[in-house]
């Protein structure tokens, strides 16, 4: 079952590395693959949202926005592109290659050797925005690599969703959003649904919370 991690300390050094690294793959893309992109931290850890399930390792989830790119049809290229300076990131560190799964790029997991030693890793998930909407590139796995696609998905009801936020915490109901949000962690968990990441997690509870403001 999910819960918060409420070390701290732990909280900021951990993703102090995560952050430090993918600004690294920001500055990778730019450099060697024209791609200009922005990261930041899903309503998770950007929000003092971070969960644990029981004593397994945390993870640091990432958007990477695409803002611009030699050409936005190329999702197999855009992908692979990241894919392949994620790695030369992690090679730079001496960490293992990433893994490429349906909507995310994963670190293998990384723990610090003195202090709290709980394993974390990076999910980077990347996104653009289209009129206000959220899109995120998944990888659509056949098991024959000839018959896989890639392709930009919409975020279901993700427009305007900073806005919403922002009003949510103006109107003092933060915690409701926390709450929710477990709660819906620990739903798609018991019913091993793979199909609602953190984002997803975070844009539905969002658009819950803004209902009642309503």
Not at 89 to 95: C, S
Not at 108 to 127: E, M, W
Not at 137 to 158: M, Q, V
């Amino acid at each position: 079952m999910y819960t918060y991690v409420e070390d701290k300390e732990f909280l900021k050094e951990a993703q102090s590395v995560c952050s430090g690294l993918v600004r690294e793959i920001e500055v990778e893309l730019r450099e060697t693959k024209e791609i200009n992109s922005q990261m930041f931290l899903v309503g998770s850890g950007g929000r003092n949202m971070i969960t644990q399930n029981g004593n397994e390792g945390i993870d640091f989830d990432y958007n990477l926005n695409i803002l611009s790119c030699p050409d936005w049809k190329d999702t197999r290229g855009i992908k692979e592109a990241v894919r392949q300076c994620f790695n030369t990131v992690m090679r730079n560190h001496r960490l293992p290659d990433v893994e490429d799964s349906r909507s995310s790029l994963t670190s293998k997991p990384i723990s610090f050797t003195k202090g709290n030693q709980t394993s974390f890793h990076i999910d980077l998930a990347i996104v653009t925005e289209d009129e206000g909407c959220w899109h995120r590139l998944i990888h659509e796995k056949t098991g024959l690599s000839y018959y896989d696609r890639w392709i930009w998905n919409k975020a279901p009801h993700s427009d305007k969703i900073r806005e919403k936020a922002d009003k949510i915490k103006k109107a003092g109901k933060w915690l409701a959003v926390r709450e929710r949000y477990l709660e819906k962690k620990n739903y798609y968990l018991r019913r091993n649904d793979h199909d609602h990441p953190s984002f997803v997690c975070y844009i539905e509870t969002v658009n819950e919370i803004y209902q009642t403001l309503r």
